[in-house]
């Protein structure tokens, strides 16, 4: 008789089981504080919301210090709701649904947003945390802690208020597992890209910081860094003079009582290892990490890349300087608060083709502008975006490469690559009938040389800013936008030789959304001649 542990069996039999989701242990959407009393807005959603037109909000008109108009609560709310916030809700069989301003992976929504503000109009300085559900505040210090926010990240100027973004990271991997810890930053990329296009509308200068001290941040929040962390600050307005706080530290706060997050949480190791292994430690370490200094450079390759017959200028002759931005008055959008509100993932695409202005204004906008370390003349030379047009009037079907220093489109490859992009989107019908896929990847022995592994967050986060500012551009030009997930090294192996080196971040599909939005069935040959090589064929005995 066997004389094993007899736990053994029964422990692998749970490990695995299979379902097709477990709704037992997934974590709840939005974090409350019964404890503490909700703080009302302005009700956003009241109003149209920003009125500039989408393309030149996106594209980062974004208004300096000197010309910034002052930070209102008014103002503030709008940069939540437009961000953050429901702005839907859709009763179904099950239940209610909630549609949010940003797209998320899974609609799971792992990013929570909490302010440190100076006295404002109707609102007391302190420490808060945002309610998305309720467009609510609820107040966690008292005081004006601008100054010891600022400091964290090595910038000691006081702004009229700070966004710290955290990320509740089992929100993600109670489905994407291992694999959403990438997730999280997808989905706070796509927020940023709204908060930056709200800003550039409200004429309130943003700035995007990567670098800080992390377990201090953690402290102030009263967070405890791991099953939720600080991920991004966001610097609002312009530097107003405020003298610094006094000397010392701000004791860290008691976590204050919250729903919990966490529970039944599973751990990925990896997922927390190369969060550990990215923390800065001190104030000192993040004030180098952020000195600009460290900026990367534009590729010879994209420098050398410009010219001949198959590259295509995204500006026309008419357009202004060879490199010049495009103007937009020509290619009119959506009003950015009307697209923000109405915008959805769009489920099923029609196969026609959209227009060569449409498409060239998106994709010059997407990158433009962002205040965020890394970007060099309006892009980050740390990330590549290439395409597979599949039906853009005027622009030959293939395979791309986007050229960000002189802006144009560079034809890698002539042809019908409808079922690779299928294939490549991780067999989905989405990139096989959508016009355009966007493929945005990253040099990430190159990240990791300049940045460590902090690095990976970040571009994972711009990654998802540019697929955001897609998305919004698509959207308020009438067509559709979705993200969706991959097969990360046949993307790579697809662009090669040119994309070599590189590693597959984000992908988007563009175009005309389907009258019937529901997701369609889709099998790609490749796929099928895969899965008969799995099962032998071709091999011999």
């Given at each position: 008789?066997a ?12 490990a ?13 959407l939005y974090?409350v ?15 149209s ?6 393309l ?10 000197d ?12 940069l939540l709701?437009?961000s ?13 649904v909630?549609y949010?301003a940003a ?6 929504y792992?990013?929570e947003?909490y302010?440190?503000c100076?006295d404002?109009?109707g609102?007391?300085?302190?420490v808060y945390h ?5 467009c ?9 802690l ?5 400091g964290?990240t090595?910038?000691?100027?006081a702004?009229?208020a ?6 509740v990271?089992?929100r993600?991997?109670?489905k994407?597992?291992?694999r959403?810890?990438r997730?999280?930053?997808?989905d ?26 992390d377990?201090?941040?953690s ?23 405020v ?11 008691l ?8 529970a ?7 997922s927390?290892?190369?969060h550990?292994?990215?923390?800065l ?10 000195d ?7 590729s010879?390759?994209?420098?050398l890349d ?7 200028p ?8 060879f490199r010049?931005?495009?103007?937009l008055?020509a ?7 009307d ?12 196969t ?5 202005e449409?498409?060239?204004?998106v ?9 965020a ?5 309006g ?9 597979i ?6 622009l030959e079907?293939?395979?791309?490469y986007y050229n960000?220093?002189y802006?144009?489109?560079r034809?890698l ?27 945005i ?7 990791n ?5 902090r690095?990976?967050?970040?571009v994972?986060?711009?990654?998802g800013t ?10 308020a030009?009438g067509?559709g ?9 046949s ?9 070599t ?6 992908v ?6 389907h009258?019937?939005n529901?997701?369609r ?11 008969a090589?799995?099962?032998g064929a071709g091999?011999e005995?």
């Open positions: 008789m004389t094993g542990d007899s736990s053994v069996a029964r422990q692998f039999n749970e695995t089981k299979l379902q097709y989701i477990n709704l037992a242990n997934k974590p709840p974090k504080y019964p404890g503490l009393r909700a703080i009302p807005l302005p009700d956003a959603a009241a109003g919301g920003p009125g500039m037109a989408t030149d909000a996106i594209r980062g008109a974004e208004p300096d210090s010309s910034a108009q002052p930070l209102t609560l008014q103002k503030l709310t709008s709701y437009h953050a916030a429901v702005i839907r809700r859709r009763q179904l069989r099950d239940g209610e909630h949010r797209a998320s992976a899974g609609a799971l792992p990013t947003i302010l440190v100076g404002l109009d609102l007391r300085a302190g945002f309610n998305p559900l309720t609510t505040l609820a107040r966690l210090r008292n005081g004006d601008r100054r010891w926010i600022g964290a090595g910038d000691h100027a702004y009229p700070t966004l710290v973004f955290t990320t990271f089992w993600s991997a109670w994407y597992r291992e959403g810890y997730y999280c930053y997808w706070l990329g796509t927020m940023a890209a709204n908060l930056l296009a709200t800003g550039s509308a409200e004429g309130v200068p943003i700035g995007l910081k990567f670098g800080f001290a377990r201090l941040v402290g102030f929040l009263g967070i405890d860094g791991y099953d939720e962390a600080p991920s991004l600050i966001a610097a609002i307005g312009a530097p107003d003079g003298p610094p706080a006094g000397p010392g530290d701000v004791p860290g706060m976590p204050q009582e919250s729903n919990d997050l966490s039944g949480a599973i751990d990925y190791p990896l927390r290892e190369l550990l292994a990215s923390l430690r001190t104030r000192g370490d993040a004030a180098e990490w952020n600009g200094s460290r900026k990367g450079t534009n010879e390759r994209d420098e410009g010219t001949g017959d198959n590259f295509r995204l500006r026309s002759e008419t357009d202004g300087a010049g931005d495009l103007d008055r290619q009119p959008s959506a009003a950015l608060g697209c923000i509100r109405s915008r959805g993932s769009t489920r099923r695409f029609a026609e083709p959209i227009p060569w449409t498409f060239r204004s994709v010059d906008a997407a990158g433009k502008g962002i205040n370390p890394s970007f060099v003349d892009f980050s030379p740390y990330l590549s975006m290439y395409f047009a599949n039906a853009v009037s005027g079907p293939g395979a791309y960000r220093f802006n144009g489109l034809l490859q002539a042809g019908d690559f409808r079922e690779m992009a299928g294939h490549l989107g991780y067999e989905q019908a989405l990139p096989a009938d959508a016009a355009a896929v966007a493929f990847t990253a040099d990430l022995e190159r990240v040389r300049d940045f460590g592994p690095g990976y967050r970040m994972q986060t711009l990654a540019i697929g955001g500012r897609l998305y919004l551009g698509m959207h030009l067509l936008a979705t993200g969706l997930t991959f097969f990360d090294d993307v790579v192996e697809f662009f090669a030789p040119h994309a080196g590189q590693e597959s971040v984000f988007v599909p563009m175009g005309v959304a009258d019937t529901r997701v069935p889709f099998r790609s040959r490749i796929a099928v001649s895969l899965d090589r799995a099962r091999q005995g």
